[in-house]
């Protein structure tokens, strides 16, 4: 009975729970080593943990449904006005809102081949046509994408870096890309891995808004901020696209001890610079690693990496199950023989190399 675009859509498919693999296997939990969902693998800052207990004798009340004293904080740290913020069940709750407040199924959506799985599916639910771009190098082809914008087109999702390749795009190339599109389309720039990003190469997306009304940057909590378990993410935009976002919104998206956490992890620049460093010094370790078992890999900005084995993966993803190591095939992502592997702590990162390498010998 679901409607045409709903039946074709393929569901979001998920890393593996720890808990899940355990069962299947026997293992115990805590020899398990997850690096599947491009998670922050120091934990969540005990500022959070602290922010969390503050907010829990308040649990029988509605969370503040505007989120005031974290958009004041995001506003600050940003310099984008309140008025141009909008808060989101993590940031997929912001490019479904996209969807619902500028879609109808009359339009086209355009995004990359290889890009996050997300795109596809809030285009179906609205009943869109979904426009997907051959991809160049791994990563956007701008220049295509500009090109398959129709006068049915409403949005382009393009995301910096982007998931699962870890491609980004630099500052030239985007801003020769928001020249051409035209100003009744809205391009979403998902910046969900941007705090990850030490190079100046990449742009920061809340530069361009000024010039720019038709662009919305988003950005997540979940990533280097530590907190994807509580749902926290924000659009950047020119005030006229936060009011439709806002407009269509549930009107408790973000829960209070999300606001609570998310305010806290904000003022942690101390874990943000720690989860910086873990992420070098792992992306490197997990670099190294692959060249001496010689594999190749895309260069990375974000906090995973997308491996190539020269041969299908799921058999290799299957076995590093099997010895406890959960990452993320991407043949959904049109990549079968990738693995995108989340950069975690040393020792996790050793555990993966350790386990690849014995079941690259086997299968
Ligand atoms: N955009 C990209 C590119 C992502 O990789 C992810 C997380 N996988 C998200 C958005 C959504 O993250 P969240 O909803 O947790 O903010």
């Given at each position: 009975l679901a409607r045409p675009g709903v039946q074709k859509l393929s569901p979001y498919v998920p890393g593996k729970p720890v808990e899940e693999l355990a069962r299947e296997f026997g293992l115990r939990p805590q020899d398990i080593v997850k690096l599947?969902?491009?998670?922050?693998?120091?934990?969540?800052?005990p500022a959070v943990r602290e922010a969390i207990a503050a907010a829990l004798?308040?649990?029988t009340r509605y969370p503040d449904g505007n989120g005031f004293a974290l958009k004041q904080a995001l506003a600050a740290k940003?310099?984008?006005?309140?008025?141009g913020i909008t808060l989101g069940n993590g940031s997929n709750d912001i490019l479904e809102l996209v969807a619902r407040a500028f879609v109808g199924p009359e339009h086209e959506v355009v995004f990359s081949d290889?890009?996050?799985?997300?795109y596809p599916i809030v285009t179906q639910a609205v009943g869109a046509k979904a426009v997907s771009v051959p991809a160049k190098d791994w990563g956007h082809d701008l220049d295509a994408m500009a090109a398959a914008i129709?006068?049915?087109?409403?949005v382009v999702f393009i995301a910096?870096?982007?998931?699962?390749?870890?491609t980004w795009i630099e500052r030239d190339a985007l801003e020769a890309f928001l020249d051409r599109v035209p100003e009744n389309v809205i391009v979403v720039l998902d910046e969900?891995?941007?705090?990850?990003?030490?190079?100046?190469?990449?742009?920061?997306?809340?530069?361009y808004l000024g010039r720019y009304s038709n662009l919305l940057v988003s950005r997540t909590f979940s990533k280097a901020y530590g907190l994807a378990a509580l749902r926290v993410g924000y659009g950047l935009s020119h005030p006229a696209i936060a009011d439709a976002l806002n407009r269509v919104r549930?009107?408790?998206?973000?829960n209070s001890l999300a606001l609570a956490a998310a305010l806290a992890a904000l003022e942690d620049e101390a874990y943000l610079i720690e989860s910086r460093r873990i992420n070098r010094i792992g992306m490197q370790q997990l670099e190294e690693g692959c060249a001496a078992l010689g594999l190749s890999w895309i260069p990375s900005r974000g906090n995973f990496l997308a491996i190539d084995?020269?041969?299908?993966?799921a058999p290799v993803f299957q076995g590093l199950l099997r010895e406890g190591v959960i990452v993320r095939p991407v043949a959904n992502y049109g990549m079968s023989n990738y693995l995108r592997v989340t950069v975690g702590l040393p020792a996790e990162n050793q555990r993966f190399l350790d386990a690849l390498k014995q079941v690259l010998a086997r299968v």
């Open positions: 599947a969902s491009n998670e922050n693998p120091l934990g969540p800052s004798p308040e649990l940003s310099g984008v006005n309140t008025a290889h890009a996050f799985a997300v129709t006068p049915s087109t409403r910096n870096p982007n998931n699962p390749t870890g969900a891995y941007t705090e990850y990003v030490e190079t100046d190469d990449v742009p920061n997306g809340v530069d549930q009107p408790f998206n973000v084995l020269g041969r299908e993966a």
